[in-house]
């Protein structure tokens, strides 16, 4: 039985302002949407409100590039919470504007957040987010505390594991969960953006580091069930969780709750596979009615169980040259 499809991932920008190693390439010269472009806060409310909430989508998630540069983006919050068909809205954030905008962002709604923390150690952080010169490590961890103080729970701290850069910290990051009540989530490396890197380092599977774990101090699976593919476990008498996801892995295709609206309105049933991709901002500009709207995102939704990850060795997937920033993570 195929899973219900409730979960919208909201790309709101494209641009970032980082330059993660296991995103794009370091020398690359990306071109970034224009505003007139992107989808207006305006469009994004209506889409929602008229055509995808109708088809079922409850749960959202914002994402980017980066959302917390788009400078509409509490407003944008505060109206997506408001809609009383909402029943879960999160954030994917690099946390480097957090610390300043942690406050309004849960005033406006948001209750829930994932920030990105590849690495303990200033250097290795600075290099994997292409930082050049100064150092960011210390602001994006500031941005966590912020997270943590204002009541953001859970707060979700994403790690993507890149062989001989970051794998030496599994055990260190681990431990993030044992004191706090902090999610911490590994995420096997895969091939979107920086194919180099991806070749050159390959990608460790998630029963490697969890046998890790094991090793230290034992590993529960614990009854946590979120909106997405992590499969969730616990150090034995810690406060947070620790969660793995598998996609390289262990494909969790046959679960998958969700789809993809990019910043320029491409509706999209999966990661790396655009097959039956719809472009809403210009049927939405043209003037297409809504009820014809709301007809082709059902269509594609009945599709979805065939349009899936697993067809990435068939060579329809379309989507490997473009960065996770321009897809829309």
Known sequence: MNPVVDYLRISLIDRCNFRCLYCMPEEAELEYLQRPELLTSAELLTLLRDVLI?????????????PLVRSDVVEIVRAIAAFPETQDLSMTTNGFRLAEMAQDLY??????INISLDSLEPETFDRIIGSRGRSRWQQVWTGIQAAHSVGFTPLKLNVVVIPGVNDHEVLELAALSIEREWHVRFIEFMPIGNHDLFGQKGWIDSETLRQQIRERWGLTEAQVKGNGPADVFR?????GTLGFISQMSECFCDRCNRMR?????????CLLNET????LKTALRSGMPLIDLRAKVQAL?????????????????GAYSRTMSQIGG
Not at 56 to 64: A, M, S, Y
Not at 261 to 269: E, H, Q, Y
Request: proline content about 7%.
């Open 235 to 239: 150090i034995p008498n810690a406060k």
């Open 54 to 66: 109708p088809c079922g989508f409850t749960r959202f998630r914002l994402t980017g590039g980066e």
């Open 301 to 317: 939704l009945d599709a979805k169980p065939e349009i899936n990850f697993k067809m990435r060795d068939s060579g329809t997937t």
């Open 107 to 112: 005033t406006a709604g948001l209750r829930r």
């Open 261 to 269: 609206l990019s910043a320029d309105g491409w509706l999209r049933p």
């Open 276 to 279: 039956g991709q719809l472009d």
